[in-house]
């Protein structure tokens, strides 16, 4: 399995309190992504990046913002938490530049709830 | 932008017995690929099974085999003698071949063996 660690893997807060969720991977790989998961939802794509210094725009990626400042850390954060950002949280990275369909690795995800 | 529909919210079966979970996708591309992971009760995302979509012949992994149909636009999941173990939430996926490979989730089949 690749080394991706999350944490807190827990974490319950506050509406309007700012909250940072980290991804950590140890297989150097360039690719990290950042989803949620709701009941009915599948999983939706909030940010991901494409190297350091390098993110984009998800699907839903509306009150939250990343930075990546080195390879293997990827932070995901909420400005002011919402109670609709009460969710499940997967970090998700893959290495290969290019398609070859490879896998992505996800780490056990954050459970943040909003009160 | 590519969905991914999931029609089957839950199914249950017993176990030693085959079961097939339904996914249909929809896109204009032409090179992509499909996955099948599973969620079991710990949250870990597992890829069970992926498929090239420029490759005919369906994928297999163990117990585990497709139904790929392109010109339909349909990615079936068969699940041969059942266990225990495969008691989870299992969710298609769809991605592009460019690259960053970005996952395209559907809402998830949620599946029960029973003993």
């Known amino acids: 399995d690749a080394g991706i660690t999350q944490s807190p893997r827990h974490k319950v807060t506050e509406t309007g309190t700012p909250v940072t969720l980290r991804c950590h991977q140890t297989?150097?790989?360039?690719?990290m992504y950042w989803y949620r998961q709701d009941p009915g939802h599948g999983l939706r794509l909030i940010h991901y990046?494409?190297?350091?210094?390098?993110?984009d725009k998800g699907e839903v990626s509306d009150g939250y913002s990343v930075s990546r400042s080195k390879t293997e850390d990827f932070l995901l954060t909420l400005e002011s938490a919402t109670s609709s950002q009460t969710s499940v949280y997967f970090c998700?990275?893959?290495?290969?530049?290019?398609?070859?369909?490879?896998?992505?690795?996800f780490g056990p995800g954050t459970r943040l709830t909003v009160l | 932008a590519q969905t991914v529909t999931q029609s089957q919210p839950e199914m249950s079966v017993q176990e030693a017995e085959t079961v097939t979970l339904s996914c249909t996708y929809d896109?204009?591309?032409?090179?992509?690929?499909l996955f099948w992971y599973k969620q079991p009760p710990s949250r870990q995302m597992i890829l069970v099974i992926r498929?090239?979509?420029?490759?005919?012949q369906n994928a297999t992994e163990n117990r585990f085999s497709v139904n790929f149909q392109k010109a339909a636009k349909s990615f079936s999941l068969k699940i041969s003698d059942s266990q225990l173990g495969d008691t989870a939430m299992y969710f298609c996926?769809?991605?592009?071949?460019?690259?960053?490979?970005?996952?395209?989730f559907g809402t998830g089949t949620r599946l029960t063996i029973i003993p």
């Open positions: 498929q090239e979509a420029y490759k005919q």
């Open positions: 990046s494409y190297g350091v210094k390098d993110t």
């Open positions: 998700a990275t893959h290495g290969q530049d290019r398609g070859e369909g490879n896998e992505q690795f």
């Open positions: 297989e150097n790989h360039r690719y």
């Open positions: 996926a769809f991605t592009f071949n460019f690259g960053n490979e970005k996952l395209t």
């Open positions: 896109t204009s591309e032409n090179n992509y690929y």
